[in-house]
T-cell receptor, first 117, second 111 residues
Framework: NAGVMQNPRHLVRRRGQEARLRCSPM?????VYWYRQLPEEGLKFMVY????????ESGMPKERFSAEFPKEGPSILRIQQVVRGDSAAYFC???????????????FGQGTRLTVV | DQQVKQNSPSLSVQEGRISILNCDYT??????FLWYKKYPAEGPTFLIS?????DKNEDGRFTVFLNKSAKHLSLHIVPSQPGDSAVYFC??????????FGAGTRLTVKP
């Protein structure tokens, strides 16, 4: 059972280009979360998705950022017209469910390190 | 709005001694708390968790304590080992909602 797979591991984009980050959750997991880690900072929540639905996008910048988790295929975090401030490590996590008390932990991928030059 | 706070950015302890990492939260709706460990260039890995119906959970050398009235939790590692050197993130979630993380504490265990 492969873990959470993110690709690419490293991505370099010029300012103004688009960045597409992919996340394949663990088998059987239908919940995906995206986090961003800026240098010397903690993990900042961006968006929480279930299959074909965005549940909570309160951490997503209002412009240029979008996320999807289609019925088939990986979850995609898309950043349009990238700027230098978008340079960060982007982590995806997945979990099998969102229960009540006694929730399960989420499993993280290795991350995608985006560098905007 | 930082709902989960780790006020110590770094901690250094001697091998064999106890490491205590602290975490405070502000959202009283949080009912599940987790600790993740992160090595450089890797994703965070789950370490230990505790639900709000408990005040202690132990797993080998790792123990998490929860003080709901103080909205405080701590991770104890004893005895500390050099391989424990990493960044430790505290996380919290409310039923049906996503995890929020603290800023992390960099633990260094000296041989």
């Amino acid at each position: 059972n492969a873990g959470v797979m993110q690709n690419p591991r490293h991505l370099v984009r010029r300012r103004g280009q688009e960045a597409r980050l992919r996340c394949s959750p663990m088998k059987g997991h239908s919940h995906v979360y995206w986090y961003r880690q800026l240098p010397e900072e903690g993990l900042k929540f961006m968006v929480y998705l279930q299959k074909e639905n965005i549940i909570d996008e309160s951490g997503m910048p209002k412009e240029r950022f979008s996320a999807e988790f289609p019925k088939e295929g990986p979850s995609i975090l898309r950043i349009q017209q990238v700027v230098r401030g978008d340079s960060a490590a982007y982590f995806c996590a997945s979990s099998p469910n969102r229960g009540l008390i006694g929730d399960t932990e989420a499993f993280f991928g290795q991350g995608t390190r985006l560098t905007v030059v | 709005d930082q709902q989960v706070k780790q006020n110590s950015p770094s901690l250094s302890v001697q091998e064999g001694r106890i490491s205590i990492l602290n975490c405070d939260y502000t959202n009283s709706m949080f009912d599940y708390f987790l600790w993740y460990k992160k090595y450089p260039a890797e994703g965070p890995t789950f370490l230990i968790s505790i639900s709000s119906i408990k005040d202690k959970n132990e797993d080998g050398r790792f123990t998490v304590f929860l003080n709901k009235s103080a909205k405080h939790l701590s991770l104890h590692i004893v005895p500390s080992q050099p391989g424990d050197s990493a960044v430790y993130f505290c996380a919290a979630s409310a039923s049906g909602h996503d995890m929020r993380f603290g800023a992390g504490t960099r633990l260094t265990v000296k041989p």
